[in-house]
């Protein structure tokens, strides 16, 4: 493709946006998200650094179209809805968004009400994405969560009156015993496996257009992980995760949910469009405090303090309004304090990686036009292996992971990746 050519498909080609909201009313024992308690006063001085970060992005955006916007955290749903307000009208002035872009924000049910949803949506949000994770009160609580079961429940059906045609909800399986009183908590596997199940029928029963099942992992710094280190919860069960997600992956489909990556399940043609970006290793571009982009295989990320990127962003010099030269704009951006420059063995391995995290696979085709003939070549042998061990399976020229494969996914993904 000739120079001209390149620029040309760049200026064309869609680009998704994230926005990291870092607010949380209590630090969840699990989370290691870049997330905080008692910032309430930062919320107006982020929002419009936000808005500070876009106006820097909007000369290299002009002409690509935005097909999807994701605001995460944290729980985006703290925002005021006059922020709320302030950050969509903000998009729409620098960046194209499609006339029917994906708009979604993450949600603590127990921070919505009907009111809220419903201005929400009249502001441009069309996707609402609750982090239910249990429908047992006494698990929500060993979690840190500041919902009740009745709530998300009650939530949902809010979403539903405001006008709300795409809802998903967030589950989290394989919980282990908390140091807590109540003998369901301390309950043999077998109980455990049946208030899993429970809590997914409950979720079903309300006809999600999309569902996220995760397993509970251990994240290095959290409070549960120290809970863990010090003896006090036991490690999460392996073998008893892998049982419930086995469970799962039948009841969900006999229920009419595809399932079309590892974790998420959907509804036809309710798959979430901006994940796809992401696990098709397409271009995004992060906003926000610890948010993280990639754009043409550019890697970089904001810095991870909400007060510094505040300051930051705005001691940032307008960016040129036309440059198109990502590495270059980020060189001029005080906020962004980590790039990784392109490496092609890593944008290939990013691509099997996020790739078979689908149920469709990774066309070897496509692979091939995108990083070159013999693109596949050096993951032969680690393939034919994976084959041989019935993990992976070749299927209309594309690569794909069984049943048994997804269970043990990150063995294989820990082989692909560059020395």
Partial sequence: MRGNDTILAVKRSPLSLYLHIPFCSLKCRYCDFNSYAGLEELVEPYVGALIAEMGLWSGFARGRPVPTVFFGGGTPSLLPIEQVERIMSALRERFALAPDAEVTLEANP?????????????????RISFGVQSFFDDE?????????????EEAYRWARQAGFRRVNLDLIYGLPSF????AALQAAQDERMARW???????????????????????????LAY???????????????????????????????????????????QECR????????????????GAHSHLGGLRFADVYSPK??????????QAP???????????????????????????????????LRLNEGVSLAEFRRRFGPDADEDYAATFEEFVSLGLLERANGRIRLTGRGRLLANELFTRLLPD
């Fill in 227 to 269: 809970d863990i280190e010090h003896g006090t919860v036991p490690e999460p069960d392996g073998d008893a995760q892998a049982e419930m997600y086995e469970w799962s992956q039948g009841r969900m489909a006999a229920a009419g949910y595809r399932q079309y990556e590892i974790s998420n399940w959907a509804l036809r043609g």
């Fill in 179 to 182: 140091d807590s009183p109540s």
């Fill in 274 to 289: 901006h994940n796809l970006v992401y696990w098709r290793n397409g271009d995004w571009l992060g906003l926000g405090a």
């Fill in 110 to 126: 127990g921070t919505v009400d009907l009111a809220y949803l419903r201005a929400l949506l009249a502001a441009g949000v069309n």
């Fill in 140 to 152: 929500l609580a060993a979690l840190d969560r500041i919902h009740s079961a009745a709530e998300a």
């Fill in 197 to 223: 199940q429970e809590s997914l029928e409950r979720a079903i029963a309300l006809r999600p257009d999309h569902m996220s099942l995760y397993a509970l992992t251990v994240e290095e710094g959290t409070k």
């Fill in 308 to 317: 510094r990127y505040v300051q930051l962003a705005g001691e940032t010099a």
């Fill in 321 to 355: 309004p036309e440059d198109r030269d990502a590495g270059a704009l980020v060189k001029g951006m005080r906020q962004v304090t980590f790039v990784e420059e392109p490496r092609p063995e890593l944008a290939r391995a990013d691509t099997l990686i996020m790739g």
